[in-house]
C-alpha cells in the first residue's frame, strides 16, 4: 500500500476503529456499575473518550498492521476493570456485563450499516464515497469484535458469558483457563484455526445485517 493511499485510509479508517473498541470498553464500565461494582466509575474509565482506552498495540499498531497487510481487522482496547466479586449477584450479573461490550458493537455495526444506505443514496454527493468508505470500516471492525469477543474463551465476553450460564463445578473448570486465554488465542491468530473459525461466522452476521438494513 502506497504512502498517500495508507494515510487516506488510515483518516477514514480512525472514527471508526475508535469508536467500536471505545464503546466496548465504556459498556463494560457502564453495566457494571449498574449493577453495584463502581471500579471502572472510579477510576475514571466509564468515558468515551477514547485517550482513556487507547491501547499502543491493541488499539493502533494491531489494526494499522491489518489495514496495510489485509486479513481480519481486528483490535482492543485497556480492559475496563470489573471486580466481580462486588456485583449484587457475581454468577448471574456478570452475564450482563460481559455481554454489554458485544452488544454494543452489534449497535454500532447496525448504525454503520444505516450510514451506509444512506449514504449511497447520494451518489453524486462529494461526502458520500468516504461516509461509504468509513461505514463499511465500522461494520466491518464492529462485527469482527463482537464474534471474536463471543468466544468462549475466558478473558474473551464469551468465556465470562459461558461462565455464568454453567453450572457452578463446569463454570470452575472453565474459569481456570484464564491465565492462558490470551497465549491460547494468540496460539490460535497465528494458525489458520482463527480464520476458520471466525470468517464463516462474521460472514453470516455481516450478510443477515445487511438483509434486515437492506443493502
Known amino acids: 500500500m ?3 493511499q495508507l494515510i487516506q485510509t488510515v483518516s477514514i479508517a480512525a472514527i471508526p476503529i475508535l469508536f467500536a473498541i471505545t464503546l466496548h470498553e465504556a459498556a463494560h464500565g457502564y453495566v457494571a456499575k449498574h449493577f453495584g461494582d463502581m471500579t471502572a466509575y472510579q477510576m475514571g474509565r466509564i468515558s468515551l473518550n477514547p485517550i482513556r482506552h487507547i491501547d499502543p498495540v491493541g488499539t493502533v499498531l494491531l489494526p494499522l498492521l491489518t489495514l496495510m497487510l489485509g486479513g481480519v481487522l481486528f483490535g482492543w482496547a ?3 476493570p470489573v471486580n466481580f466479586s462486588a456485583l449484587r449477584n457475581p454468577k448471574k450479573d456478570m452475564l450482563w456485563v460481559a455481554i454489554a461490550g458485544p452488544a454494543s458493537n452489534l449497535a454500532m455495526a447496525v448504525a454503520w450499516a444505516l450510514l451506509f444506505k444512506f449514504s449511497s443514496g447520494f451518489p453524486d454527493s462529494y461526502f458520500a464515497v468516504p461516509l461509504m468508505d468509513m461505514a463499511a470500516i465500522g461494520i466491518k471492525i464492529n462485527i469482527v469484535l463482537m464474534v471474536l469477543n463471543l468466544i468462549p474463551l475466558p478473558p474473551l465476553d464469551g468465556g465470562r458469558v459461558a461462565i455464568s450460564l454453567l453450572p ?7 474459569s ?8 491460547i488465542l494468540i496460539v490460535l491468530a497465528i494458525s489458520p484455526v482463527l480464520g476458520w473459525v471466525l470468517y464463516p461466522l462474521i460472514s453470516l452476521v455481516q450478510q443477515t445485517l445487511f438483509m434486515i438494513v437492506g443493502i
Open 2 to 4: 502506497q504512502i498517500d
Open 78 to 80: 485497556k480492559p475496563v
Open 168 to 174: 457452578h463445578r463446569q463454570a470452575y473448570q472453565l
Open 176 to 183: 481456570k483457563i484464564e491465565p492462558y486465554g490470551m497465549m
